[in-house]
């Protein structure tokens, strides 16, 4: 879904990255913030100030948006779950998951943190501003603090709208999957939702831009297509997962894959390799052993110029847990190990000896031709 985005910190062991879109995002909530909100709310302050007080505004949201998505990671790790991290982008912030919660009392508590967190924090907000109010802080000070508490509320309401993926779609979905024990019905009726929250979105941001609110009703309307779409991918995702579970990864795989070997030069690998098969990553056989892989990714770091004086074993990594599987393991481990690792090939690995290939494109191909059976 994201981009690779910048990594800004690490909290509890997850990585929070910030995709490019929220810079935009920050900057036009500065602006707003800074001539518009504070200006009109709290009179008679220095340009500067409200700039300042705009700064504080757009980070305090940054930070507010961490923490609502941070409550969701703790509850899901609490749960077994895996987590990738946190992402912040241009419609707010996401805790990435690479499997679906185990259970519905799992999605159900994992939910609710995310909007119980927001409210917790928006009330406490409240509580420092009475404080600061009573003791005299700058208006410049307590406007801020006052203004994240609203925020967070609002935050939280806007996320409990039963309307999939937002926290409160999944809190129905998990209710819905509790009740008839059927995830994929559950997932297909909270999109359903999902889709037509997203659908009056848009159009209420229409009319919106009609009578004259512009920027009000862009944002409206593309915070509709998002959810509209998320909604659907998110369903999509479920059948994706319920079609490849209990599907062994030999089924998929390659047999008689194409290797390298570790004496050919980076400069051949390119030209005689890549650029014939197309493939991003080569397992890396020396006398019928195999010794580790290569990928694209590890060539391009290489001037082409200097690419005739290095050999594929300076750049072979070795076989690990994160490029290699078994063919009897579930298709669907090899899929989340794919998205964990931003790979689409693995190699397949049986008594140390490689078994084959399994690629995305390849699982992709017979999930399509599943579908187009009725199967």
Known sequence: MFGKGIKLIKLFGFEVKIDFSWLLLGLLITWTLA????????????????????????????????????????????????MKGIT????????????????????????????????????????????????????????????????????AGFNLIPAFPLDGGRVLRSILWGWKDNLKWATQLSSKIGGAFGIALIILGVIEVVIGNFIGGIWM?????????????????????????????????????VTVSPAL?????????????HYKMYPVVDKGKLVGCVTINQVKDIPRQERNQHMVRELAQSCSEKNTVSPDEDAMKALSLMKKNNVSRLMVVENGKLAGVISLKDMMGLLSLKIDLGD
Request: proline content about 5%; aromatic content about 12%; overall charge negative.
């Open 35 to 82: 001539q518009g909100l504070f200006p009109h709310y709290y009179e008679g302050l220095s340009t500067t100030t409200y700039w300042l007080m705009g700064v504080a505004g757009a980070l305090g949201l940054l930070v507010s948006i961490v923490f609502h998505e941070l409550w969701h990671s703790l509850i899901a790790r609490r749960f077994g779950l895996p």
């Open 88 to 155: 912040l982008f241009v419609f707010g912030g996401v805790a990435e998951m690479t499997e679906e919660p185990p259970s519905p009392k799992a999605e159900f508590f994992m939910a609710v943190a995310g909007p119980i967190s927001s409210i917790v924090l928006g009330l406490g907000l409240f509580g420092i501003t009475f404080l600061g109010d009573s003791m005299g802080w700058p208006k410049s000070v307590t406007g801020v603090i006052n203004y994240l508490a609203i925020l967070n509320l609002i935050l």
């Open 221 to 257: 309307a593309l915070i509709g297509l998002f959810i509209r779409g998320a909604s659907r991918s998110a369903y999509q995702q479920m059948l994706l997962r319920q079609s490849l579970e209990g599907e062994k990864i030999s089924r998929f795989m390659k047999s008689e894959p």
């Open 265 to 277: 030069s980076v400069e051949d690998l390119v030209e005689d390799y890549i650029y014939k098969h």
